[in-house]
T-cell receptor
Framework: NAGVTQTPKFQVLKTGQSMTLQCAQDMNHEYMSWYRQDPGMGLRLIHYSVGAGITDQGEVPNGYNVSRSTTEDFPLRLLSAAPSQTSVYFC?????????????FGPGTRLLVL | GNSVTQMEGPVTLSEEAFLTINCTYTATGYPSLFWYVQYPGEGLQLLLKATKADDKGSNKGFEATYRKETTSFHLEKGSVQVSDSAVYFCALSGGRGRASGSRLTFGEGTQLTVNP
């Protein structure tokens, strides 16, 4: 198993540009989440999904869209990037019925918005 | 709402020193508590957990005890190694909604550097 994979590893955007951060898992996990990590603030939940076709907002959803068309993939879209979205983004997944909060995290995507 | 507060870092220790990283929490109900570790360039990994009061989680020489009376979950290790250098995050589970199991609340993280 590859676990949770994220692409790209690093990206530089200009203000107003759009992009999609990819996340995929091959463990057949139902739950998937996106977090952003900022210095001194820990990780904050952006969006999450409990299964294909179902998504919901987390703590800081503004400026981000998600969709879940398959169990494996959970892309995060920035429609119009802003400097405040400069951060490290982590995708995570968990299997339904598994130990409650044993989440698998991807290696992260570093995003710089100029 | 739920919140987690960690001691401010960074923390710098010499090899074989004793480590304590403080963590306190605010939560409704009976949350589960976790410590995650993030090594340089990697994602977070679950280090240990405790799911009820007085439980002690342990792994790789690290320990933390769920203290409900003081709402704390302090991380300790008796003798740190250079390889323990990483960022440590305290977290709790909880929240409302269909996916409460995926809703972790994290502390701000504590950078630990261990020098030889």
């Amino acid at each position: 198993n590859a676990g949770v994979t994220q692409t790209p590893k690093f990206q530089v955007l200009k203000t107003g540009q759009s992009m999609t951060l990819q996340c995929a898992q091959d463990m057949n996990h139902e739950y998937m989440s996106w977090y952003r990590q900022d210095p001194g603030m820990g990780l904050r939940l952006i969006h999450y999904s409990v299964g294909a076709g179902i998504t919901d907002q987390g703590e800081v959803p503004n400026g981000y869209n998600v969709s879940r068309s398959t169990t494996e993939d959970f892309p995060l879209r920035l429609l119009s990037a802003a400097p405040s979205q400069t951060s490290v983004y982590f995708c995570a997944s968990r299997q339904q019925g598994a130990s409650q909060e044993t989440q698998y995290f991807g290696p992260g995507t570093r995003l710089l918005v100029l | 709402g739920n919140s987690v507060t960690q001691m401010e870092g960074p923390v710098t220790l010499s090899e074989e020193a004793f480590l304590t990283i403080n963590c306190t929490y605010t939560a409704t109900g009976y949350p589960s508590l976790f410590w995650y570790v993030q090594y340089p360039g990697e994602g977070l990994q679950l280090l240990l957990k405790a799911t009820k009061a007085d439980d002690k989680g342990s792994n790789k020489g690290f320990e933390a005890t769920y203290r409900k009376e003081t709402t704390s979950f302090h991380l300790e290790k008796g003798s740190v190694q250079v390889s323990d250098s990483a960022v440590y995050f305290c977290a709790l589970s909880g929240g409302r909604g269909r996916a409460s199991g995926s809703r972790l609340t994290f502390g701000e993280g504590t950078q630990l550097t261990v020098n030889p």
